[in-house]
């Protein structure tokens, strides 16, 4: 139903639609805002007097002035060893001569050599070696078939002069037969290879005791193949031994004679 021209005319302000500014309303929401919310403390500015410092509990923590570099503390803590090493030179050295013993020569019952290596208690797998060195001469062996059958038994290890490392002296008695070497790491102990080379011995002088090997000539060629790797004169051909002749071969080994054969076979004709 269409209204007439008078009732529009005077119904125009109630239907005129209001416009609202936008920085009105803001401020509306703002001034809502704030009088529905606490109001918030100001800043406060820090101060700017410097805060209070336990000088005691510092006082390892900041250098001196006079103070020393760190390389020249590290000096003087070596200098601190040196000197406590020194006293103890001096002063707890001289306590040892209590435990003092007089030095005795092994006897002929007592001829081994016996090394092992220590590392000052750390753990090492050469730390368990033990060797045994001694002279052929001073071991129990009945005769001079007995000495030759120790020798081939022993094969390379045993040499006309005493091992480097044994700690014995060309010059010392004892040494016309030669030397015997044996050293055994198998076991984790020093003490249980020390025992299986010392059983080895024991066994190799009841057989050298029992039979006899005269026909049967000492290998020396590890002795040779020594001297040649020395490269110290001895390695020249025919300068360290003899050559070779028919004189060191067995006589089982040898071809008979032609006239020698044929005697034999008009014999047994």
């Excluded at 008078?6 to 001034?31: N, Y």
């Excluded at 050469?126 to 005769?143: F, G, M, R, S």
């Excluded at 004169?233 to 004189?247: A, D, N, V």
Aim: hydrophobic content about 40%; some cysteine; charged content about 25%.
């Amino acid at each position: 139903m269409a209204l007439s021209r008078s009732c529009r005319a005077a119904l125009a302000p109630l239907l005129r639609p209001r416009s609202f500014h936008t920085c009105s309303v803001l401020a509306a929401r703002k001034e809502a805002a704030a009088s529905a919310a606490p109001s918030k403390a100001r800043r406060t500015v820090p101060s700017t007097e410097p805060l209070p410092i336990d000088e005691d509990a510092l006082e390892d923590q900041v250098p001196a002035e006079d103070d020393a570099p760190e390389p020249m503390h590290k000096y003087l803590q070596q200098q601190r060893d040196m000197l406590y090493y020194l006293r103890l030179i001096e002063h707890e050295m001289p306590k040892l001569v209590a435990y003092r013993k007089p030095f005795v020569p092994p006897d002929a019952s007592n001829p081994l050599v016996i090394r092992s290596i220590s590392y000052g208690g750390e753990q090492h797998p050469a730390a368990a070696k033990a060797t045994i060195v001694l002279p052929v001469a001073k071991l129990p062996l009945q005769n001079a078939e007995a000495v030759h059958k120790f020798k081939v038994l022993a094969g390379v290890r045993w040499t006309p002069d005493p091992p480097a490392d044994s700690g014995i002296s060309p010059e010392e008695s004892g040494s016309e037969h030669g030397y015997f070497k044996i050293s055994c790491e198998d076991f984790p102990k020093a003490a249980m290879n020390l025992k299986w080379a010392s059983d080895t011995i024991d066994r190799l002088l009841a057989a050298a005791n029992e039979e006899k090997f005269a026909d049967i000539p000492v290998d020396t060629r590890h002795v040779e193949a020594k001297t040649r790797k020395a490269k110290k004169g001895g390695h020249i051909y025919g300068k360290q031994t003899h050559r070779p002749s028919l004189r060191d071969f067995p006589k089982e080994w040898l071809p008979v004679p032609k006239p020698e054969a044929a005697l034999e076979s008009s014999a047994s004709a």
